[in-house]
């Protein structure tokens, strides 16, 4: 498959990255928002059979490239120990040894909720903390 990528920012987003990201990548900005609100709010599923038609077809294609995906963090509200309003969603795809992470995050309020405002490829990073109780 050839895709010519006409805008720079997913020039950028795509330079380094392995097939499998790239896929992933592309596949996103070509879904509907509906799809996105899915793996935003954490609902997708590969084995949803009365979701919308926009899932089914994804999980078909997910399935016909033998791509698996695990839904690994979510923070969906806010509590008053946080000290932002970001939230988000990160979910992993796999195909054989390649793996890519996508984070859809957004913001809450105690108005409107959890509300959508993109999504980007991501690496898991650990980190230490200390905590004194």
């Given amino acids: 498959m050839q895709i010519t990528l006409k805008k720079s920012w997913m020039k950028e987003q795509l330079s380094d990255e392995s097939s499998l990201q790239s896929e992933v990548f592309i596949l996103f900005n070509l879904a509907n928002q509906e799809l996105i609100n ?36 979510e923070k969906l509200e806010v509590t008053e120990e946080d000290s932002s309003e970001e939230v988000f969603t990160v979910w992993g795809f796999y195909q054989g040894q390649e793996k890519a992470y996508v984070k859809f995050y957004g913001f809450y309020s105690s108005y409107d909720g959890a509300e959508y405002q993109g999504f980007k490829l991501v690496e898991p990073k650990q980190k230490v903390i200390t905590v004194y109780e």
Avoid at 43 to 53: H, I, Q, R
């Fill in 38 to 73: 899915l793996f935003f709010f954490g609902n997708f599923s590969k084995e949803s059979f009365y979701g919308p038609d926009c899932e089914s077809a994804f999980s078909d294609e997910l399935k016909m490239k033998n791509i698996s995906t695990v839904k690994l963090q």
